[in-house]
């Protein structure tokens, strides 16, 4: 079984999860409160920006949460919790996307 290491500094803590797990259930597995909707990719309540560490860390968006992110203007670096799926290595989850506003990629 491939682990995942995703870290949340903001609260200090970090979690290993089987690669499949979205954000926000590995957020919850923490015990870090992120805020969220419908959990199907579409309010965009959930919006976090992200760094990985490598290629290939989380799994392309979905149309759903590609489209969300085009429609509140988020850039690269910025994900939907409920939608985003770890595939391997480690990603860090570095704030609320909105309120804190978005990384450049490469950041």
Known sequence: MVL???????AGTFVCVPAGTTLL????AAGVEI??????????TDAVRVATEGDGV???PQDAERGTLERMGL????????????R???VAVLGDAVLDGPVAPGA
Request: charged content about 20%.
């Open 4 to 10: 995942v290491e995703v870290r949340f500094p903001a």
């Open 25 to 28: 259930a590995a957020a919850e």
């Open 35 to 44: 805020a969220t909707g419908c959990r199907r990719g579409m309010c965009g």
């Open 58 to 60: 989380l799994e392309a």
């Open 75 to 86: 850039v690269a670096g910025c994900r939907l919790a409920c939608s985003a799926k770890v």
């Open 88 to 90: 391997a290595g480690v």
